[in-house]
């Protein structure tokens, strides 16, 4: 047929994509290069008008639901069936960079231009969407609208919640289109969607390192915190002999290092774990430490390697804890599962990088993203994009176009073979 002809020589236009990177990196530049373009802010509200006004001109059916994510949909031939949709997110984080999430999100759009120029209707509908507050913000609500539609954030998570100037998010939301009052209205349906795809830059070093330019993501990573309380003995620095020290920080200090250890030594390269945040008491020059309060986070794409890490570890403490005679306190603060993607959107993926010929790695998502959410509802995927420097978070961020091209061409396609390999 010639359909599929057509359909195997489409490529993205990759300077209009790249037009559109820098049109969006216009709201919330600032004078060092990065980007301030926060949750429900000035700039993120006209961000958010900029793109609105991009899908209009498409003629897509356009809506910002209950929780302000930013939907545009196509129809297909048959609109009986789920939409495939694919996006990301247009917030920032404080001095942060034009790529994590934008790019998810003008990729999705430069494929809905893509289909309209080249008047290709697929089976499914297929939908754009921005989702809200997808960074850490002042409202302290991550990860927002992907979890606003999947029904684990409500109504009563965001009632009476402000940012530090005491400004309410349900009126930050209002601004934005959204509607607090009928919150719950945002979730999604069972049915709804058939699938999801989010590209997003990878933030490390793994694909760059491999001179390899597409990353087809197999798992977002689960994330297990806990807070440790070490306890020793107060005394004089001065007059206490070595021997006769019972010092918290040092067995602290054990114990994190014993942790470095455990995840260097595991044979699977994207268990992490890090200690980035410690109390010291009673905190003087003069005084033996006598507690130490920090919070162990320890991340990895399968919940048993994150449960290896742990046994190992905890081996680690008991000896610690004995040989320096310190009182260990744990406490679980968050264990969050890693979410598989989905087995039939990996193996597409997968065929559509070989056959335009690009090199791919199967690797695992060390950050959490919406995808991590929408994974619960429908059949979920991502794409990486190699970064520069495996910098992220920061004005330096930043992705090659040849790079991004062609794991746009590898969304593209996997998009096409989807409408035609999924009913439901």
């Given at each position: 047929m010639v359909y599929f002809v057509e359909l195997k020589q489409l490529r993205i236009n990759s300077k209009r994509l790249e037009e559109s990177i820098?049109?969006?990196?216009?709201?919330?530049?600032?004078?060092?290069g990065g980007m301030d373009r926060?949750?429900?802010?000035?700039?993120?509200?006209?961000?958010?008008?900029?793109?609105?006004?991009?899908?209009?001109?498409?003629?897509?059916?356009?809506?910002?639901?209950?929780?302000?994510?930013i939907w545009a949909k196509r129809p297909g031939t048959d609109n009986s069936l789920p939409a495939i949709a694919f996006g990301s997110h247009i917030d920032t984080v404080p001095n942060g960079g034009k790529y994590d999430?934008?790019?998810?999100?003008?990729?999705?759009l430069e494929v809905m231009k893509l289909l309209r120029e080249h008047d290709i209707v697929t089976r499914h509908p297929l939908a754009l969407v921005s989702f809200s507050a997808e960074e850490p913000n002042p409202f302290g609500l991550s990860t927002f609208g992907s979890r606003a539609v999947t029904h684990k954030l409500t109504k009563e998570h965001i009632v009476g919640v402000t940012n530090h100037d005491g400004y309410l998010l349900t009126e930050a939301l209002r601004s934005a289109g959204g509607d607090p009052d009928r919150f719950e209205e945002a979730v999604l349906k069972s049915g709804d969607l058939c699938a999801f795809i989010e590209v997003h830059i990878e933030q490390g070093k793994r694909l760059l390192n491999q001179a390899i330019p597409v990353g087809v993501v197999t798992a977002i990573t689960g994330i297990y915190r806990e807070e440790i309380v070490v306890e020793g003995e107060a005394n004089h620095a001065g007059t206490t002999l070595m021997e006769d020290?019972?010092?918290?920080?040092t067995a602290a200090a054990e114990i994190v290092l014993a942790l470095e250890e455990v995840c260097i030594i595991h044979p699977a390269k994207?268990?992490?774990?890090?200690v980035g945040r410690m109390i010291v008491s009673p905190n003087a020059a003069n005084i033996i430490p006598e507690k130490v309060t920090f919070i162990v986070e320890?991340?990895?794409?399968?919940?048993?390697?994150?449960?290896?890490?742990?046994?190992?570890?905890?081996?680690?403490?008991?000896?610690?804890a004995l040989k320096r005679s310190a009182q260990v306190k744990r406490k679980i603060v968050l264990d969050q599962d890693p979410a598989p993607m989905d087995e039939e959107v990996i193996k597409?993926?997968?065929?559509?990088?070989?056959?335009?010929?690009?090199?791919y790695d199967l690797l695992g998502s060390m950050a959490g993203h919406d995808a991590t959410h929408m994974a619960s509802i429908t059949r979920s995927g991502m794409l990486f994009v190699p970064s520069i420097g495996g910098k992220s978070h920061c004005p330096d961020e930043e992705s090659?176009?040849?790079d991004i091209e062609k794991v746009s061409n590898v969304m593209l396609h996997a998009i096409l073979e989807l409408d035609q390999r999924l009913d439901r």
């Open positions: 820098h049109e969006l990196a216009e709201f919330g530049l600032n004078e060092n926060t949750t429900f802010t000035p700039d993120e509200l006209a961000a958010r008008d900029w793109l609105k006004d991009q899908l209009e001109q498409l003629a897509l059916e356009l809506r910002v639901d209950q929780a302000a994510n999430g934008a790019l998810g999100v003008l990729i999705a020290r019972n010092d918290a920080l994207e268990v992490v774990g890090t320890i991340r990895g794409k399968k919940r048993e390697e994150i449960r290896e890490v742990i046994e190992a570890w905890e081996k680690r403490i008991q000896c610690t597409v993926c997968q065929e559509q990088s070989r056959e335009l010929g690009y090199a090659r176009m040849e």
